[in-house]
């Protein structure tokens, strides 16, 4: 290893938590193994630190306890116990090998052999281990992958994937996040010839993992790659790649984000939201998230310049400042304009640094002139809204006094929304 990625592994292992756990499982062939190990390497951020270790998961914990740390069974079924200490968290798995597996869950026996336990993990940049000591161990030639920035399956790329078909979406995932250049053509071959496994998944692994590969800065071109090969199908949403690529070059200066990069790629109309959420299985929050998105976007539709600042405010008042900015967001991309156009970038600061305009009246206001409970009270309050909209948002109390007298005398009912003109 060069001086940099020894420096970086010797930084990994004097982490004090890590060490106390070396010390309580002294005795035990154990190792530093996967992302961790990846990572550290790559000079990136380590988080979470797994382990694995040459001993049945019953010794782990028995020592473990004996060396007092906490100890809780995660998956002690197939050799995984968490240990607990100083708030981080230490997943410990025995060596084991798959004896049946049906593409979802998998019946393992449990070794001693890392050379073996290295060959059933998925890709090669994820079988690097390294000991107490920082002794680097590369069974299948994850080192050299690391190097040329390749995520390739560890030996037979259908039966890694037959193994797991999630695997399909993280080799993709993996490959958007640490990968470059062409996708390795024997994995990807795999992927497309494999396919039809993925719909043995559930929709929350298909959710997670497709929100973890549009996270990434490089996701645009492995997305348009999955697209191309129909590997969206079970979106259930015609993909649009070229507005998702465009959007994540938006968003490139405010860091990943998934679920708006899922807006670009799949979000036609405020009906694909509710599409979206039960093929992904979203949360309420992030359900919610899309369609105020797409109630804003609806308004903006079709606009090839920035919108002005009354109708930033106006969906400011309507949606708020994360609906305006996602939306405005998609419109950008939508209507093709560069990155980094001034006045879109003057517009996302206008809906980030405004407060939303708060209304200064209320339906108390309207049953004070006589308006009754009821319908006639609802469409009356939302003739006012559209009127102090179109007014500007006044705040003086006499152009309020004259809003809302208007509003009592009934009329047309007007919509809030006021299509942009460009």
Known sequence: MSPDKQAAIAALLARPTLKKVFAALHGEDLRVVGGAVRNALLGEPVADIDLAVAALPE???????????????????????????????FEITSLREDVETDGRRAKVRFGGDFAADAQRRDFTINALSIDEEGKLYDYVGG??????????????????????????????????????????????????????????????????????????????????????AGLLAFLHVAPWPARCRRLQAILAARGGDGLLALAGLALHSAGDAEKLASS????????????????????????????SPAELREQLFLHGAQAARDALCLIQAESGVDPDDPAFQSADAFLR??????????????????????????????????????????????KIAALIDAACSGGPQESGWTRPHH
């Open 143 to 228: 080192l050299d992958d690391l190097a040329r920035r390749r995520v390739r399956f560890i030996g037979d790329p259908r039966q890694r994937i037959a193994e797991d078909y999630l695997r399909i979406l993280r080799f993709f995932r993996f490959s958007a996040c640490y990968g470059a250049g062409p996708l390795d053509p024997e994995g990807f071959a795999a992927c497309i010839a494999l396919r039809e496994g993925m719909e043995s998944l559930s929709r929350e692994r298909l959710g997670g993992e497709l929100l973890k590969i549009l996270s990434f800065p490089r996701s645009a071109a492995v997305i348009d790659t999955m697209s191309r």
């Open 59 to 89: 010794q782990v914990a028995a020592k473990a306890e004996r060396a007092g740390l906490r100890v809780v069974p995660t998956g002690i079924d197939h050799g995984t116990v968490t240990l607990v200490l100083d708030h981080a968290h």
């Open 280 to 307: 992904l299985r979203l949360s309420r929050a992030q359900k919610r998230r899309l369609a105020e998105l797409a109630d804003v976007a609806a308004a903006w539709h079709g606009a090839q310049v920035a919108p």
């Open 353 to 398: 640094d405004t407060p939303a305009p708060k209304a200064p009246f209320a339906a108390a206001d309207l049953l004070a002139r006589g308006v009754k409970q009821g319908a006639g009270l609802g469409a009356a309050l939302k003739r006012l809204q559209a009127a102090w909209i179109r007014a500007g948002f006044p705040q003086d109390p006499q």
